[in-house]
């Protein structure tokens, strides 16, 4: 499934990031924001207020497989056949030498992933599929019923796996060897209704609407792992050691649990460990939970607009709506093959390293547990942590994310700002803020663009479009990385919606 779902969406492109809570053509298109503007079944998962927008007329929307695929390539490749393939590498399972790489292909990797006195790189690739979703508007109240898949891997690699040259942090030499992968899988069920609530409306002498939305999820867990290894040597001088600063956090379930166990207790290679143990099932299930979504959004018409009056029959033309949302309040409990490894934060002398990774680490399935045994030699931190098998349970990756949007008539123009509430597989704390626009020349063709920004710094510039008939609609949505627009133009990521109909 997983391999099926990764071809499709990159045989359609011809050859989607973090505190995102859905990638779907319309939101990848418009920088990835999407707390205002996404308004079918599919803002169970952004902001459920928006199942009360009225954008078009009709008041049923049903839809099947709308899928997204997004990755921020340690390095990319203009060339559709050869970046499609590089893609495949970041979701497959680990196979040994397909991440080999050069002097010449190290050099391009610190220039592109190090930045100025950067010592981390900070990498992800995901993916989503919404497999079915009905939404269903009445006058005051909206209700949906949405199911969906989504993973995602999240992975910094230290600039000492690539280069033994010093760089400089707070005013001391570094060399970092830590190494971080995050990877989640997790399957919803979800169950949306929204409600004008009438005791803030008509606050203003203009039509207005203020909404507020809940969507209550059941979760089943799939794959999960949680491997933090904070590797730092700091040189000294005078005796040509370094102080040395380690610790290890390991949690696991599923693929990553089996061989990780099979690794430590067969007394085995991390190689045949993964190859015995990884599967290619998509829908496994490891764990359970439940979660939450939550949202308000007011909104404020213009002149004839009356859409706010006269629901089904007067899509809003004129207005500018405001909102903020809470997204995956909750957790999941994970008691099937979980594995649990520590190594408390430990200070010792040693000298430094002198070698550096001949493979490039791209958050590979089973890559990670490779990467340490081959690579770590005697710091192997697997070998030296205390073990525990019992189960675990974790929150799902709470986020705030706040927007704004503006329409006249042909015209949106949107702008959102997210931020993870904690360090997982889905979000980091980094505030995340995107922008977009969509023009109409034809009303049944909209032109979309928009900018995502992370930390300040240009995160992908992306497109998109679509044929939006009175019955039915098909979408598609493509990114970039910045640096690419410049130079060879590399995809990174890309949306598509099969057929979506409306009554």
Partial sequence: MRTLLISLTLLCAGSAGFAQPVITPRNMALGGGGSTYITDYNANFYNPANLMIQDRKGTVDIGVMIGGFYFDGIQDYSAPERQANNARNYVLKYRPGSYSISSLDRVEIIDDQYPGTSSLSNNRTRYDATLFGIKWKKENRALSIAFRTRTSSNYSTGRGWYSTALNQQNGRDLLDRSLTHRYQSLHELSFGYAESFQFLTNLTSKLDNFIIGIAPKLVFGGSYQDAVW????????????????????????????????????????????????????????????????????????????????????????????????????????????????????????????????????????????????????????????????????????????????????????????????????????TLVSSFGIELRPLVFLPLRAGARFEAQRPDFLSVGTAIETKTWDFSVAAQFTPESIFSNIALSGISIATLQFHF
């Avoid at 909750?330 to 430990?346: E, M, Q, R, T």
């Fill in 230 to 429: 904070e590797n730092k040597f700091y040189p000294n001088q005078e005796t040509n050691n370094a102080q040395r600063i380690q610790s290890f956090s390991f949690a696991a379930t599923g693929d990553f649990g089996l061989s990780t166990a099979s690794y430590l207790d067969g007394n085995i290679s991390a190689e045949s460990a993964v190859a015995r143990n990884f599967q290619n099932d998509e829908f496994s299930l490891n764990g359970i939970g439940a979660g939450l979504d939550i949202g308000v959004t007011y909104l404020l018409t213009f002149g004839n607009d009356l859409s706010t009056i006269r629901p089904g029959k007067q899509p809003t033309q004129k207005s500018v709506r405001f909102s903020f949302s809470m997204t995956d309040i909750g957790f999941v409990s994970y008691s099937k093959n979980d594995i649990s490894l520590n190594i408390f934060s430990d200070t010792t002398t040693t000298a430094l390293p002198t070698s550096v990774s001949d493979e490039a680490f791209i958050g590979a399935r089973g890559q990670y547990l490779n990467f340490i045994e081959r690579h770590g030699s005697e710091e192997n931190p697997f070998r030296l942590a205390s073990q525990d098998k019992s189960g675990f349970s974790i929150l799902l990756p709470m986020a705030l994310h706040g927007g704004a949007l503006l329409e006249m008539n042909r015209i949106k123009l949107m702008g959102d700002v997210s931020v993870g509430l904690t360090n997982n597989a889905f979000n980091s704390t």
